[in-house]
């Protein structure tokens, strides 16, 4: 379902993606980038971050150093996450067992920094990668990177195959490179001689169209891919052009943090700046928004009419709080009104206005832009193996099948049908017509399977 | 709109938590999301859900059994009429058909049902909407004739013992239409087959109408053919249907239709279907060939096996079926096409059954595990391995 083809600059490749799922949606972001608010509050939200188990370095009250660590994982305490800002510790909320749902710091007039030494950008390439480790996990840098199959950070003395940098996907609801790397240029290099330092194979991927990027950048693309929702993202690029096991473990990391990381190697300080992609059919504002990690959404998109808040793409994003803040991996924030209105005879109407993968309604004829929203559309049924969800399964699992190995517990057969491959992409659970919640249950799986492994 | 919400939420006090009714809350909801698509909003990822639910999936089969239906009324009205001597009008027609069908349709939709709702109450489940299309399919396989008890045995069976000691749709490894019939093709066999069951006529003679099937088992060799032909069934008659049957099975012609809508939506496989043609061909090409003086009964032009019978109907809607039939491409058109030939084996090699998609479609049932199995190791086997 995929084909590699050489262009011409023969640097670069492009990689067409035959299946995978868009729709043309109200509510696009536009190519335009205005200045958010400066915020009083930031805020980190640990019980948003997969697979942390966070132990909290400060209480409501502490002064706290922008880039200071703010939490560790329990798992490896080496790890911590960083502050996004300076100023006090204004409340630490909980959420339902305990998780720490938010830590919000309530920022100083005069923020000030957590400093290291840095690395001057000729340095890079001599610097032992131990040595860059070491900083980047001191100063809390470490988490941009991320570890595939799981998402997770990665081990601290792991060694990646392949290290992809992303600078977005069709769909994915990341800012535009365009924009978003607006005179970024040197740093988004230092950030790949960093790479360079972990990995010999870095990639660095691009969508088909990245707007006018600074051409450093669009210099240092390897491959452009072609093709619908999710192609390009980095799990499913891996899928693409692994070809043993050994590369199943491999890092990613977003154009946007890769400047941050950059950033903070060469000048010893943590990079708070983020550009945002606001979009979705309940946003007035569908377009991109300077502002900073761990932003309060309502600074990005003014309080509004009933709407629920997903960070990223609606397939795969996960809800946020209505007073909740950006999380700390979100380039995108999705507006999209509730649906929890009932539906005289919905299953009977011709739907020529209904968003849906199949054919069964009459908006495959209409090619205008269709609205979402967050409703079930249905009820819970049992699988009736229609096969709908293997149909759009960007990297051949067949979902309903390792859903039932789940289910009755055969955690191997589950691995064997390609469990770790998912990408986590949600187009399965979306396409379900029974409404069984397959992403919920294969990610609750990998994370179950991971954490019985490391124990 | 509003007073038939406010009805419903005034009804639905009832079977609240606590209430009286509340063991009957199935049968509540049951009614309710009929009139209304549930307003529930998504609690966990992804935030958006299709337009498509199993409501809607399951409508479409009934969509594309609806000329089915009507074509299968006015037939089998028509024939009776003929054998009355008298010269039937379209509407008139329609009317002894649905005379002899609308009972049969309102026993299976109700005895069905009513298993359903029991179950349902019972398990706390809710009542599933693939029921709506066994409790048409089901009646629409039976000959005219057929004894309203029987239909209510037929499809108590089906129902009970095809799918929910399973544990209900999705769980069932049968098809339930076709368990129904089965369990009534042979307990009652002479209510089933034979030549004298095709013809729903008001005398109490039963009237003589054999089906070309039928004809073409008793033929011999060359006469095959001819001795269709001399009853009247030439080709066009047997692929529109204008012969003696099962009420809904007869024509090919509007099955060519239901199959190309249901591809269309994405309803049913067309690997299933086009795969059970090429198994008819086949299979019907080889056994042509292989007739011989010894048994020249084998002779019929495989074409004819498509049209004959219950074939069409039984790959269009049964062998399709999402449940029973394999949910991998590979598996399903391995599924269709032996579906395809066992049908012309049963039909051509056992003297008891003029008929053999039904058997066909529940031995590849039994199959399609098996298939699907075999794919999803090829499958895994290609794979780069991820642990």
Request: some cysteine.
């Amino acid at each position: 379902m995929m084909r590699f083809s050489e262009s011409l600059d023969s640097m670069m490749k492009t990689l067409t993606v035959k299946n995978g799922f868009s729709l043309n949606l109200s509510g696009q972001v536009a190519e335009s980038i205005k200045e958010a608010p400066v915020p009083a509050t930031v805020a980190l939200m640990p019980g948003w971050i997969p697979h942390v188990k966070p132990r909290l370095l400060v209480k409501e009250g502490d002064a706290i150093k922008g880039g200071a660590p703010l939490f560790e994982d329990k798992r490896n305490p080496v790890v911590s996450y960083p502050s996004p800002g300076a100023g006090v510790v204004e409340r630490i909320t909980f959420g339902p067992r305990r998780r720490i749902d938010e830590v919000v710091i309530k920022l100083d007039e005069e923020e000030r920094w957590e400093r290291f030494e840095p690395i001057s950008p000729h340095g890079i390439a001599s610097v032992a990668p131990d040595t860059l480790r070491l900083m980047l996990l001191k100063g809390g840098a470490w988490p941009l990177l991320r570890e595939l199959p799981f998402r997770d950070h990665p081990d601290v003395s792991s060694r990646p195959a392949h290290i992809i940098v992303t600078l977005g996907w069709a769909g994915g609801h990341l800012a535009r490179p365009s924009l978003a790397l607006q005179g970024e240029e040197e740093a988004f290099l230092n950030g790949l001689a960093i790479l360079k330092r972990f990995s010999s194979s870095v990639h660095v991927i691009a969508p088909s169209d990245v707007g006018d990027l600074p051409k450093p950048i669009s210099q240092a693309i390897t491959t452009r891919i072609r093709g619908n929702y999710p192609a390009g993202d980095p799990g499913h690029y891996l899928y693409c052009i692994r070809k043993e096991a050994s590369e199943n473990r491999s890092w990613y990391i977003e154009a946007q943090d890769l400047v941050a990381l950059a950033r903070f190697v060469t000048e010893g300080c943590f990079y708070p700046k983020r550009v945002y992609a606001v979009g979705g059919n309940a946003s007035t504002v569908c377009g991109h928004v300077l502002s900073r990690l761990g932003a309060p959404v309502s600074t990005l998109e003014p309080l509004g009419a009933r709407r629920r808040q997903v960070g990223g793409s609606p397939f795969s994003g996960l809800f946020l709080p209505a007073t909740g803040y950006m999380n700390f991996f979100d380039k995108g924030l999705t507006l999209l009104p509730v649906g929890d209105e009932e539906d005289l005879f919905g299953f009977l109407r011709g739907g020529y206005n209904r968003p849906s993968q199949s054919r069964t309604f009459l908006s495959v004829f209409n090619k205008g832009p269709l609205e979402l929203d967050c409703g079930m559309h249905g009820e819970a049924r049992p699988c009736i193996n229609c096969s709908r969800c293997a149909q759009v399964c960007p990297v051949a699992i067949l979902p309903q099948y390792t859903m039932k190995c789940m289910v009755a517990g055969e955690v191997e057969e589950a691995l064997a049908h390609g469990l770790l491959d998912c990408i986590e992409c949600g187009l399965c659970a979306y396409v379900c017509p029974s409404k069984i919640e397959l992403l919920d249950i294969l990610k609750t799986a990998k994370a179950q399977y991971r954490k019985e492994r490391d124990g | 709109m509003k007073n038939l919400k406010q009805a419903l939420d005034r009804l639905g006090t009832y079977f609240q938590k606590g209430e009286k009714l509340e063991a009957f809350h199935p049968l509540y909801e049951a009614i309710r999301t009929i009139f209304f698509v549930p307003g529930d909003a998504t609690v966990r990822m992804p935030a958006v859900r299709d337009s498509l639910d199993l409501k809607r999936f399951m409508s479409l089969v009934i969509v594309a059994l609806i000329p089915q239906t009507l074509f299968g009324m006015i037939n089998t009205g028509t024939i009776a009429l003929v054998a009355e001597g008298v010269t039937p009008t379209w509407g008139h027609a329609l009317y002894r058909g649905a005379e002899a069908f609308l009972p049969m349709l309102v026993v299976s939709y109700g005895v069905g049902l009513t298993w359903e709702g029991i179950f349902a109450i019972v398990r706390g489940h809710k009542i599933s909407e693939g029921f709506l299309v066994t409790g048409l399919l089901f009646p629409l396989t039976l000959p005219p004739t057929v004894p309203l008890w029987q239909v209510a045995a037929g499809i108590s069976f089906g129902v009970v013992v095809g799918k929910e000691v399973f544990g209900g749709t999705g769980r069932n490894i049968l098809n339930p239409a076709l368990t129904a019939r089965a369990f009534l093709f042979f307990s009652y066999p002479v209510a089933m087959s034979g030549d004298t069951v095709w013809v729903a006529t008001r005398s109490v003679d039963a009237v003589t109408g054999a089906t070309p099937l039928s004809l073409a088992l008793g033929a011999k060799g060359e006469a095959v053919p001819e001795a269709l032909f001399r009853s009247g069934y030439s080709f066009w008659n047997m692929f529109s249907g204008q012969i003696p049957g099962s009420v809904g099975e007869t024509s090919a012609l509007l099955c060519i239709f239901s199959a190309v809508f249901l591809c269309a939506v994405g309803v049913a496989s067309f690997r299933i279907i086009v795969g059970g043609i090429l198994g008819v061909l086949a299979m019907g090409a080889l056994v042509a060939l292989l007739s011989s003086e010894l048994s020249p009964w084998h002779w019929i032009n495989p074409v004819n096996h498509l049209i004959m019978g219950g074939f069409a109907f039984g790959i269009t809607f049964m062998a399709t079926d999402p449940v029973s039939a394999p949910g991998t491409d590979g598996a399903r058109w391995a599924y269709g096409f032996f579906i395809g030939v066992l049908t012309v084996i049963v039909r051509a090699y056992n003297a008891a059954y003029a008929e053999g998609v039904m058997l066909a479609i529940l031995f590849m049932n039994l199959f399609s595990p098996m298939l699907e199995i075999i794919e999803i190791k090829l499958r895994t086997g290609r794979r780069v391995p991820n642990v």
